[in-house]
C-alpha cells in the first residue's frame, strides 16, 4: 500500500495564478483532510471531507476551494494564489468514527511558494 | 485562540536522558489526544495516542501521561537517542467526530550524542 500521497511535492506559483494540489490514499478511508504548516504555527486544517461528494470548512478555509469527486482522491484548489499561501500543505486520511479510526494518516506534503 | 498549548518550543536532552513534552487544552469535548513526530522534510508520523479513560498508556520508550482533572497531557521519550531528534506535535480532537486535529504549536528535540 503507497497510503497517502501528494502532488506535487514543490511548486512555486506568482502571485494570482491558480493551482490543484492532488491527495490520493488506498486505504478505503471515509474522512479526508488538508492541513497547511508553517514555521512557528502548527498544522491548521482548510477543509475536510467525510466522504465522497462532501466537503466542509476548518479553521483557515479563506482563499482555498476542495472536492472529492471520488472517495480516494481529495483536490485542494487555490483560485488567486497569494503569498499569504506559501506554507507546505499536508493531505490526511481516517477511516474517522472513533476509536482506533479516529487516527489520521498523513501525506509526504506539498512545499508551495508564492512569489 | 489557541486550544491546545505546546512547551516548550525547543528541548535539547542528552543521549540516555529522558525528554519530556506537555501539552494542555481547552476544549473538553476532546477525548482523543495523539502525538506525531515528524523529521525534515516528512510527513507527520504517529507516535502514540490516548483517550482520558487512562491516565496513561506506555508504547515501548515512548509514555503519555493524561491529567483529565488539569485538562493536561504529556510524552515522555525514555532513553531518548540521537534518531529521536525530529519535531513533536500533539494534538486533540472530540472522537469519533468529523472535526479535524487542533495541534500544538511543535516542540523541536535534539538528542546529544
Redesign the interface.
Known sequence: NAG?TQTPKFRVLKTGQSMTLLCAQDMNHE?M?W?RQDP??????IH?S?GEGTT?K??VPDGYNVSRLKKQNFLLGLESAAPSQTSVY?C?SSY????L?????????TRLTVL | QQQVKQSPQSLIVQKGGISIINCAYENTAFDYFPWYQQFPGKGPALLIAIRPDVSEKKEGRFTISFNKSAKQFSLHIMDSQPGDSATYFCAAKVGGGADGLTFGKGTHLIIQP
Not at chain 1, 474517522?96 to 476509536?99: A, D, E, I, V
Not at chain 1, 479510526?101 to 506534503?109: A, H, L, M, V
Open positions: 497517502v474522512y483532510y492541513y512557528g504555527m502548527g498544522l491548521r486544517l475536510y467525510v466542509a476548518g479553521e499536508f490526511a474517522g468514527s472513533g476509536g479510526r479516529d487516527t489520521q494518516y498523513f501525506g509526504p506534503g
